[in-house]
């Protein structure tokens, strides 16, 4: 997946609601939950629509999705065993051509920041598996 156009879905940080296109957005913590961007923040990518509502119109306040772009282009790339990936994580090149999280980054074999981990959070990988990073953009390099 490389296509700048295709819009990724996300689960808002509680109370967090999306006007409409064109807000940016970043990661929450490691909630695995997006909010809008203020000052100092990595910028994940771009609102294409408003927040999600209920089935009477009203905007969702709690749990809402939102449709966005985000900035770089999007590869789906091989991670190795037992990564711990949340929305925002900053992700490495690794030993065998597979991508470390955070934790590794200290490590002998962790390498250079590759992109920024933008799917919904996964709790520990098997080796090969593949996970979506925004490349090129932010404090990638």
């Known amino acids: ?10 689960i808002l940080k509680t109370g967090t609601t ?6 940016l957005l ?3 913590s490691t909630n695995n939950t997006l909010d809008l961007v203020t ?3 990595t910028v994940l990518g771009v609102s294409a ?17 939102v449709g966005f772009r985000p900035l770089g282009g999007v590869m789906m790339i091989a991670a190795k065993a037992s990564q711990a990936f949340t929305t925002g994580l900053p992700v490495y090149a690794d030993d065998g051509g597979l991508v470390a999280d955070g934790d590794d980054s200290g490590s002998s074999t962790a390498g250079k920041i590759i992109g920024i981990y933008i799917g919904e959070g996964v709790a520990s990988t098997t ?6 990073v925004m490349t090129g953009v932010g404090t990638a390099n």
Request: no cysteine; charged share 30%.
């Open 127 to 132: 080796a090969g598996e593949l996970i979506p």
């Open 26 to 28: 970043t990661n929450d």
């Open 49 to 65: 629509d408003e927040s999600e509502r209920d089935s009477s119109g009203l905007v969702t306040a709690a749990g809402a999705r």
């Open 1 to 10: 997946m490389t296509n700048k156009e295709e819009v990724r879905s996300a």
């Open 18 to 23: 999306v006007a409409g296109a064109g807000y």
């Open 39 to 41: 000052w100092g923040e």
